[in-house]
Nanobody, 121 residues
């Protein structure tokens, strides 16, 4: 019943911007901290960004700090990842995650299916 559906991925050139969306259903959205993770071929899934339940606090991996930003619209049950100044190393499948906590923890409750982001020079 719970669904996290990512969208907005695609093929972009280096330096371009892209906005990912994650639409949640089947849960009380405002009760969940949300996050984004990514996984490149041959690598483990890594943390990208998270946002607190209220949207008041955000956290970013050092690799994306200053380039990516995350925000949420609780009225739309949707979170976003704004990606600017994309680099080839940003190429990965990006996954949306939900955790029924004030802030995202190590273990998450729900995962989306992912959306592919490819940076091509």
């Amino acid at each position: 019943q719970v669904q996290l559906v990512e969208s907005g991925g695609g093929l972009v050139q280096a330096g371009a911007s892209l906005r990912l969306s994650c639409a949640a259903s089947g849960l009380t959205f405002s009760s969940y901290a949300m996050g984004w993770f990514r996984q490149a071929p041959g690598k483990e899934r890594e943390f990208v960004a998270s946002i607190s339940r209220s949207g008041g606090s955000t956290y970013y991996a050092d690799s994306v700090k200053g380039r990516f930003s995350m925000f949420r619209d609780n009225a739309k049950n949707t979170v976003y990842l704004q990606m600017n100044s994309l680099k080839p190393e940003d190429t990965a499948i990006y996954y949306c995650a939900a955790d029924r906590e004030i802030v995202l923890g190590r273990d998450v409750d729900y995962w989306g299916q992912g959306t592919q982001v490819t940076d091509s020079s």
